[in-house]
């Protein structure tokens, strides 16, 4: 089974701030998948990664395939990123592992 | 981008009665659906993965006689709760990856929010 912590748990930032979450696995994946969750509940996918790095707007994922460690960062962060975001790893596509998020709080 | 439908969004039922959910893939074709579980300020747990034509395949823990899934077409899969108790509350919600001309990416419904009274 492969363990996925992510840290940090909670985040608070002032509005325009830099934002890094970290996401680690323990076991080889297929893929790793950036996933934001707002308040009602829906789920939207903002990467997936086999390698390297991905750029979409102010977001950022990068993962290191070697360390099993990929990060999220926010440029210029703004009240409306604030969701909670979580890590998934998976296997050939089909067995999902799910860290316990990052909930994060953008004050203007 | 691709986009999956759940309905309904949000259900309230008896305690003992069956509760439906479908989740629909809108604009392309998927083979496989999974369908996940969260609890309050918990992450998601996977229940099972769906596969077209084919019996679902449940996590361990997860009561296939207790939930039920089918997925009878590219672009359909439903979850049935079968005999709710309040304990089966929860938030429920499905993905869908493309099945052909797809990198593999997830795309997830809006949720469902199961009360059991």
């Known amino acids: 089974k492969n363990e996925v912590e992510q840290s940090p748990q909670n985040l608070t930032a002032q509005e325009g701030e830099f934002i890094t979450i970290n996401c680690s696995y323990s076991?080889?994946?297929?893929?790793l998948h950036w996933l934001q969750q707002h308040p009602g509940g829906g789920i939207v996918s903002l990467f997936m990664?086999?390698?390297g790095k991905k750029k979409h707007g102010r977001l950022i994922a990068t993962i290191n395939i070697q360390e099993k460690h990929s990060s999220l960062h926010i440029t210029a962060s703004h009240p409306r990123d604030s969701a909670v975001y979580i890590c998934a790893v998976s296997y050939n596509f089909n067995k999902f592992y799910f860290g316990s998020g990052t909930k994060l709080n953008v004050k203007p | 981008g691709a986009v999956v439908s759940q309905h309904p969004s949000w259900v309230i039922c008896k305690s003992g009665t069956s509760v439906k959910i479908e989740c629909r893939s809108l604009?392309?074709?998927?083979?496989?659906m999974f369908w996940y579980r969260q609890f309050p300020k918990q992450s998601l747990m996977l229940m099972a993965t769906s596969n077209e034509g084919s019996k679902a395949t449940y996590e361990q823990g997860v009561e296939k006689d207790k939930f039920l899934i089918n997925h009878a077409s590219l672009t359909l899969s439903t979850l049935t709760v079968t005999s709710a108790h309040p304990e089966d509350s929860s938030f429920y919600i499905c993905?869908?990856?493309?099945?052909?001309?797809?990198?593999?990416?997830?795309?997830f419904g809006e949720g469902s929010r199961l009360t059991v009274l």
């Open positions: 990664l086999s390698s």
């Open positions: 604009d392309f074709q998927a083979t496989t």
């Open positions: 076991v080889g994946i297929s893929a």
């Open positions: 993905s869908a990856r493309r099945t052909q001309g797809g990198t593999g990416e997830l795309f």
